[in-house]
């Protein structure tokens, strides 16, 4: 609309104008529906910030030498894979939105091309048959009983860390000797299924172990996810996120002290299902396509081949492995893991680029990388491997063949030729892409249907007795494990140790844990605080020893203290809701404790994925920031980790949770980064302030009228709405600034350098210095005339000079 328009009349041009701005809202809605649903974040993400990138190095046509310098810029950071998978979400989301198909750009592909000459990605290595029984075997169930069933679930299915994750307990049936797992996608709504059978002997123990797991779930669970956290004989109702299930291999191999641990990493599972069938006799084109239907037991079970029903031709191949005793195990020869299709592993900054990369729609470009995913190398592949079923027929390998019990089975066509056949160009535009998979998707979606009722037509049949069996064997377990508890005889492991993300309901509190101390009001402490929180009269305290400190600031000499844990406590913060009051601690171990702030009892326990660095609390949730870039968002209410998303590779160094309007914000500041305006809830980007150094890492934020900002020289002031600086606030030198504080009229700096610099949020200039105690400065809170101050040599209180009061109100 023009500016000078005359509101004042007919208000149906203002109809119109709404009208027009929900239509172009609904055809960019409907553009980017075009885009893969499960990466479609991923895709907005990378052309946003090419998008940004552009405004920032002021580019405004997007010529080829503009992208080769934007990838030039990415290819300082990360590896030739990921190159090529930007390259795919920025060609589709720049075809989409301004026509243009960099696909074109020769000397951009050129470029990719050349880098990824001689690149050898890294893969995940794998577990033998021997090292999985020896696990389940050896490693304690008090500790790994979780760990144990996630391991048999993964290897059996083969499943994915997502896949596990979403796991419902209505998803497995047990039927006796064998449980029938169903896998469910629900972005795609295709289903398929795999079963963990039960062994003749207790080389692998696999039901029993499942069962033991199912009978100490809490019953009462408010969802019906299957995996929960699990400790010392107790589950809680945490559901277990896909990130631990990716840590599940590491632990495994750490425990059975394999030689290069980290290299064992989410991809573990489908890798080790794949290079078990492979040399069980299996082909790499059947590795993928038949390990759902991967029976778990390692035994021998020639002696039930007189009563056993007749099987299909995949079965019997699944029942060679089964025939291999566990002490003929050997590990997978590099050259057989060459073979296996699976998917190259990423460092951690790169997992999420192996579905993006099998969900890409240019797949011509992508498809000369040397990690293609598992269905090119089946397309590929033009060898195949004959083996025989018990009645002598041949069975070819290299294609997928259905059969019954007694009936003659007809040979399905090579899945290469039908897609030669079925798609016999490359697709024209994006909209015929999707078209296609959406086509794919559901012709697997009605194999792996008849699949499962081929499995499910023979397996059911009357265990009441082993059941029976089974029962009673699994109620000693039980009993044995209530009675320990009772007697004590199982020993907590030390916090830095712990291995479950779980929050228990009231944990016990260490034995001769120091509670309180007395010191006076102007206390001083004689080591490193680490973070401070002042919350009303009290003042929080977390020290590098693990002590946490409470000061009542109301003028009592009572200081209170706790020892939360042997390492140091990193963020502190404190929660109130209408009945209790609790303090939540973060420290080195990746734990949050949350205390009761009357009794100073340990009411809930919270292990995170990697160390929390900041948190920040409002509207009944605690928002967190790690160490390694993830951003969580804790419910009070639920008691549970309600969202959780890789922000950045870097460490996220502040939280500034606030209220724009009605809707809830997130400020996230992190390492090398600008400060991001995000929505609360949902996780959207909504806009990133214009920094003046793009690389500045900001380590505190408080947001008045304007956004201030503690980065690596200077206090910036950025527009709250429009993320535009506005002043510079500089002292004589460049430090690096670790705190902010505000207090009426006055901004308070505490630096690096030892000082605390004081600057006019009115006049926006420096009015002051004050040297500190001694020591870089780590933490500090201003409370009235007092500022206590935390530094690398000790904690102290310090007056704020009458001449700097003085000026407060100016």
């Known amino acids: 609309m023009e500016e000078n328009m005359d509101i004042s009349g007919d208000s149906a041009d203002e109809n119109v104008a709404g009208a027009s701005s929900e239509s172009t809202k609904a055809v960019a809605d409907a553009k980017w ?52 998978a930007y390259f795919s979400m920025l060609k589709a989301t720049i075809l989409l939105n301004h026509n243009i198909d960099i696909g ?128 010392n004989y107790k589950c809680s109702k945490q559901v277990v996120g896909k990130n631990m299930f990716g840590q599940i291999p590491f632990k495994v191999a750490t425990f059975l002290k394999l030689p290069n641990a980290k290299e064992y990493t989410g991809h573990c599972f489908k890798r080790s299902s794949a290079t078990l069938l492979e040399n069980a006799g299996g082909s790499a084109s059947t590795s993928h396509l038949y390990m759902p239907e991967y029976v778990a037991d390692l035994s021998n079970l020639t002696e039930q081949q007189d009563t056993e029903p007749r099987l299909t031709e995949d079965q019997v191949l699944f029942n060679n492995i089964k ?50 995913s598992q269905n090119d190398d089946i397309l590929k592949n033009g060898t195949r491997n004959i083996n025989k079923d018990p009645d002598g027929h041949s069975t070819d390998l290299g294609t997928a063949s259905i059969a019954t019990q007694t009936d003659s089975f007809e040979e399905l066509p090579d899945v290469g030729c039908w897609l030669k056949k079925t798609f016999r160009s490359p697709p024209k535009d994006i909209s015929e892409a999707v078209d296609r998979m959406f086509r794919i998707d ?16 023979f397996v059911i049949r009357d265990n009441s007795a082993h059941k029976m069996q089974k029962r009673g064997q699994l109620e000693r377990f039980v009993s044995y494990s209530k009675k320990a508890r009772q007697d004590g005889d199982v020993s907590l492991p030390p916090p830095a140790t712990s291995i479950s993300d779980e929050i228990s309901e009231a944990p016990v509190q260490k034995d001769g844990e120091p509670v309180q101390e007395t010191r006076g009001v102007n206390f001083e402490l004689h080591e490193k605080v680490l973070s401070t929180r002042v919350d009303g009269n009290m003042l929080l305290a977390g020290t590098e020893s693990g002590k946490l400190y409470m000061h009542d600031l109301s003028g009592t000499t009572e200081l209170k203290s706790i020892t939360v844990s042997e390492q140091p406590v990193i963020s502190v913060i404190s929660v109130k809701d209408a009945t209790t ?30 160390m929390v660095q900041c948190m920040d609390e409002k509207w009944e949730y605690v928002f967190m920031g790690t160490s390694n870039g993830y951003l969580m968002r804790y419910s009070l209410k639920k008691n549970e980790i309600e969202f959780e998303e890789k922000f950045n590779d870097d460490c996220i160094l502040t939280l500034k949770a606030i ?60 527009s709250f709405h429009e993320g535009t600086v506005i002043h510079t606030l500089k002292a004589e030198t460049k430090k690096q600034i670790s705190c902010i504080r505000q207090f009426k009229k006055l901004l308070f700096a505490s ?60």
């Open 323 to 372: 025939t291999e005793p566990p002490d003929e195990c050997y590990s997978a020869s590099e050259e057989t893991m060459m073979k296996v299709p699976v998917s190259p592993t990423k460092d951690e900054n790169e997992i999420f680029l192996n579905d993006i990369k099998q969900e890409s729609l240019d797949t011509e470009d992508l498809k000369e990388l040397e990690d293609t």
């Open 33 to 84: 529906q075009q885009l893969p649903t499960k990466s479609k974040k991923l895709y907005l993400n990378i052309y946003y910030e090419f998008v940004k990138w552009c405004d920032f190095k002021s580019v405004k046509e997007y010529e080829e030498d503009v992208f080769l310098a934007f990838f030039e810029e990415k290819a300082e950071k990360r590896k030739p894979s990921s190159l090529w």
């Open 751 to 810: 630096c690096e350098n030892g000082n605390i610099y004081i600057y006019s949020t009115t006049q926006n200039n420096k009015i002051g210095c004050i040297e500190g105690p001694g020591g870089s400065i780590l933490s500090m809170e201003v409370v009235g005339d007092k500022i206590f101050v935390g530094t690398s040599l000790l904690f102290k209180v310090i007056p704020i000079p009458e001449a700097i009061l003085n000026l407060k109100c100016r």
């Open 104 to 231: 074109k750009y020769s000397k951009l592909v050129k470029y990719l091309k050349d880098k990824n000459d001689g690149y050898k990605p890294t893969k995940s290595r794998v577990l033998n048959r021997e090292d999985i029984n020896r696990f389940i075997k050896e490693a304690p169930d008090d500790l790994y009983l979780m760990i144990k069933v996630a391991l048999i679930f993964g290897v059996c299915g083969p499943c994915r860390r997502e896949e596990l994750a979403n796991i419902m307990a209505d998803d497995i049936q047990d039927l006796g000797d064998a449980l029938l797992v169903t896998i469910r996608d629900k972005e795609n709504k295709i289903q398929r299924a795999f079963t963990v059978s039960e062994t003749a002997n207790d080389s692998g123990n696999f039901l029993e172990t499942y069962r033991k797991y199912v009978l100490l779930r809490p019953p009462d669970c408010d969802h019906r996810r299957f995996f929960v956290f699990y400790k």
């Open 659 to 718: 209220s724009e309007g009605a809707r809830k914000v997130l400020l996230v500041g992190s390492k090398g980064a600008p400060v991001c305006f995000r929505d609360a809830i949902s996780g959207l980007h909504l806009r990133t302030l214009q920094h003046n150094s793009p690389r500045a890492s900001v380590f505190s934020i408080i947001v008045d009228v304007n956004v201030y900002c503690a980065t690596d020289n200077h206090v910036q002031v950025f």
């Open 581 to 610: 009051s609790e303090i939540l601690a973060a420290s080195f171990d990746n734990t949050i404790r949350m205390y009761d702030v009357h009794g100073l009892k340990l009411t809930r326990t919270l292990n995170t994925e990697g």
């Open 442 to 457: 559901q012709i697997i979606s009605d194999l792996n249907q008849y699949r499962q009722s081929l499995f499910t037509s």
